[in-house]
């Protein structure tokens, strides 16, 4: 696989500001909050080269993910109830687990390797992994693969 070609999946804090700015942008012509370019990029403190030239390189992570597959590990305690509440949460998104794999606890953290489908009736993705992220008892969460 080219260079060009690969793909990155990044937390928020690690993408520089004039991306995220290009997604503002983006978001506030398909809202009709703005209703051209140099409007967008005003508003958002960009110039037109930079909009145009990151534009259709970065999108929101949830906005591209329905009909995929995604798979993230996450460390956790080995806690009773802890795993049947991440899988609880999965579910309420209506997403749909394909694989699921643990790890035997050692020191009492346990490794999960899930591979969910995201379909149309998923919620907000990204809200799901940030919610797994922040119940007690979860270490990190890491995306190894959105196909």
Not at 73 to 97: F, H, R, T, W
């Amino acid at each position: 696989m080219s260079d060009e070609n690969k793909y990155y999946v990044l937390k928020k804090k690690a993408v520089p500001e004039v991306l995220l700015k290009v997604v503002e942008a983006k978001r506030l012509l398909e809202s009709e909050k703005a209703m051209s370019i140099q409007e967008a990029v005003d508003i958002t403190g960009i110039s037109r080269s930079s909009f145009y030239k990151y534009k259709d390189d970065i999108f929101p992570f949830h906005d591209n993910a329905r009909g995929k597959t995604i798979t993230f590990v996450l460390q956790m305690d080995d806690e009773p109830g802890l795993l049947s509440g991440v899988l609880k949460l999965i579910a309420e998104y209506n997403a749909n687990i394909l694989t699921i794999h643990q790890t035997i606890p050692i020191n009492g953290v346990a490794t999960l390797t899930l591979s969910v489908d995201v379909g149309p009736q998923t919620g907000n993705v990204s809200q799901m992994l940030d919610s797994i992220e922040e119940k007690k008892g979860i270490h990190y969460l890491k995306i190894l693969a959105r196909e």
